[in-house]
Structure formats: structure tokens, C-alpha cells
């Protein structure tokens, strides 16, 4: 098994499957939680191979791009089948893929370290620069408001609710985003996520010191 032309070949697919993609998991997307997966896998002794095949995999099966989350797990498991992955590597893949792309409520905890890491890895993409970038993007394409005093962020929400509800980019902050740190998996993350923690709540100071016009 040729783990270069394997992550070679995986880049390709996923910059062909997901070139039209405008709900947030565009290439670059994938680029970025790649890189991080490998930083955080790095400090963690976690398997780089692994890491790296899942971060560039993760969202081909996303709910968003196919009929169903289990229509999208076989894409990703055909795909790794044609490209000769050993199956023990198969299976591990697998499994950190649906476990990621598990929306329900009873959310199963990430196994193993590999996918501690790629599920840190994407969660540490909506935080930070680039997430407040990427929610005010989604909340443009959905057609929220940027920010409305008059809508408070809603708390205990249902998935049917927070699809349908009307909120803002700035809501989005207090209703999943300043919530975050506290979930991530592994310790070289959670040095990261504190930091793109802490830059979210300077933004949301100067944003709302601009909003009264005091600064
Ligand atoms: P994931 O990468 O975990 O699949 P989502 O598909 O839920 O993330 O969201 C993609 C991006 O859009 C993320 O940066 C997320 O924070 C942002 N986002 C999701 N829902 C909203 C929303 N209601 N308002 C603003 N931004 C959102
Ligand atoms: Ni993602």
C-alpha cells in the first residue's frame, strides 16, 4: 500500500467532489482541517496516515451532499476499496467518518485518537478568523441578518428548530461557537481552541462597542 499516491489520489477526489460546494465544506475547508489534523496529530503521537485520509474524507459523506448519511458512507467506502487501502485502514476511516457525521442527539463519543484528532481538527475550523468569516459567509447564503438585538440566541435548541428558527451570524456565536472549547477531544487542541476562543471574545467586544458607537 502506497500511502502518498493513497493521500495524493484522496486530495484529487475530494477537490473534484466538493469544487461546487457552497454550504461551508469547500476544498478549502478540507485544506485547512487537513493541516490542523496533522499539527494536533503531531503533538499528539496519533497516526498521520490516518489522520490525514480522514480530515481530507470527512465531509464527502456529509448529509448536506448526498441522499443519506449512510448513501454517503458507501461512496467513502467505495472509493477507499478502489484505491487498495488495507482494510484494517478501511474500517478505521470509516468509523471516525460516521462518528463524525453523526447529527442525532445521543452524540457517540469519538474511539480513538485519530478521530479525536480530525474531530478537534473541524471544530477548530468554525473558531477563530477563519470561523467568524465562514459564519458570517453561512448566514449570508441562509439570509440572516448579521446581527439583530431584537433576536436573542436560543438556547436548548432541537435540530428542527435551529434549521428553521430565524437567528443571526452574531446569535450563532452564543448558540454553538463561545460552546465549543469545551468539547474538544485532545489537549494540544483545547491550547488552540483557547486561543481562537479568546480572539472571538475580543471580536464580539469591538463588534458591539461599534454597534453603540462608542469606540
Ligand atoms: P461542520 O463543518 O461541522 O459540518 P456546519 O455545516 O454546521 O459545520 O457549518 C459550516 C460553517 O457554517 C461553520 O463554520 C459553522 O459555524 C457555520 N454555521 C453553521 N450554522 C450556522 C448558522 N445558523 N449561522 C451562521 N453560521 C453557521
Ligand atoms: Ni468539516
Known amino acids: 500500500m502506497d500511502k502518498q499516491a493513497i493521500l495524493q489520489a484522496a486530495e484529487s477526489y475530494v477537490k473534484k467532489e466538493l469544487s461546487t460546494d457552497s454550504s461551508g465544506h ?46 454517503g458512507l458507501k461512496k467513502v467506502q467505495d472509493w477507499l476499496i478502489e484505491n487498495k487501502v488495507e482494510k484494517p485502514y478501511i474500517d478505521h476511516v470509516i468509523q471516525i467518518i460516521s462518528t463524525m457525521s453523526f ?17 478537534d481538527a473541524d471544530r477548530l475550523d468554525a473558531l477563530g478568523a477563519v470561523g467568524i468569516a465562514r459564519t458570517f459567509a453561512y448566514a449570508g447564503s441562509k439570509g440572516d441578518l448579521v446581527y439583530a438585538p431584537e433576536l436573542k440566541p436560543r438556547t436548548s435548541l432541537t435540530k428542527e428548530s435551529y434549521r428553521n428558527g430565524r437567528s443571526t451570524a452574531v446569535n450563532h456565536f452564543y448558540e454553538k461557537l ?38
Open 26 to 71: 469547500d476544498w478549502w475547508h478540507i485544506y485547512r482541517v487537513r493541516n490542523t489534523a496533522l499539527t494536533i496529530a503531531r503533538n499528539e503521537n496519533a497516526d498521520l496516515f490516518i489522520c490525514e485520509l480522514a480530515a481530507l474524507l470527512h465531509d464527502i459523506a456529509d448529509e448536506k451532499l448526498n441522499e443519506s448519511e449512510e448513501a
Open 178 to 215: 463561545l460552546k465549543l472549547k469545551d468539547l474538544m477531544n485532545t489537549e494540544y487542541a483545547k491550547t488552540l481552541a483557547d486561543e481562537r476562543h479568546r480572539f472571538m471574545e475580543l471580536y464580539l467586544e469591538q463588534f458591539f462597542s461599534e454597534w453603540e458607537g462608542e469606540k
Open 103 to 119: 447529527k442525532g442527539g445521543n452524540r457517540q463519543p469519538m474511539e480513538t485518537l485519530e478521530g479525536k484528532v480530525v474531530q
